[in-house]
């Protein structure tokens, strides 16, 4: 419980200062997230962000993932498609009957597409991928990937679905299922 105190402190205490927040959650998860955007052209941008997850894994254990997040988001010549591209670093506190801390530097693809309706609606996918060479600690490899749909029905304000897949191969050679599961959220932008 303090833990998920201190993390509600901190989103408070950013949203006060930031440009996005958000939050998503089913029965057994919360993550939360902020994030500051910045143009480089009409149809460019590179985001800045953070995020946290606390999740229950596969055996119902409670673990913690925090990450940070730069990647640059463009048009391409197919209207309402944009293609992404950066870096998430991350650690993962894990406990199992070792305690792990995981951290790597992933890479991140991503695409997203608005569809020409009346309510801005977009669908994205993005993959991060780590594989050993950019592993630091406890892993030989990290895989996420996110399946999400948004719907905005009023300015600055944002309400989405997805599923995520968040897997390791931890330094033993076992593979370890952190987070595997759909959720909503929403988004609020300043």
């Known amino acids: ?34 994030e500051l955007s910045s143009s480089l052209s009409s149809a460019s941008a590179v985001y800045y962000g953070i995020e946290a997850i606390r999740a229950e894994d596969e055996y119902e254990e409670s673990q913690f993932m925090a990450s940070a997040l730069i990647w640059a988001v463009g048009a391409t010549p197919i209207p309402g498609l944009s293609v992404g591209l950066g870096f998430k670093p991350f650690f993962a506190l894990i406990d199992l009957p070792k305690n792990y801390t995981v951290s790597a530097v992933s890479v991140r693809a991503g695409i997203i597409y608005t569809l020409p309706l009346v309510i801005s609606t977009t669908v994205a996918a993005y993959y991060n991928i780590a594989p050993k060479a950019l592993c630091i600690s406890d892993c030989e490899r990290y895989g996420e990937w996110r399946l999400e749909a948004a719907l905005q029905p009023m300015d600055g304000g944002m309400i989405f679905a997805g599923f995520r897949d968040i897997d390791f191969k931890l330094d033993n050679g076992a593979k370890y299922e952190f987070n595997r599961t759909g959720y909503i959220g929403i988004r609020i932008i300043f």
């Open 1 to 34: 419980m303090r833990k998920l105190s201190v993390f509600m402190a901190l989103v408070a205490a950013l949203v006060a200062a930031g440009q996005s927040v958000w939050i998503d959650l089913n029965g057994n998860d919360l993550e939360g997230g902020y």
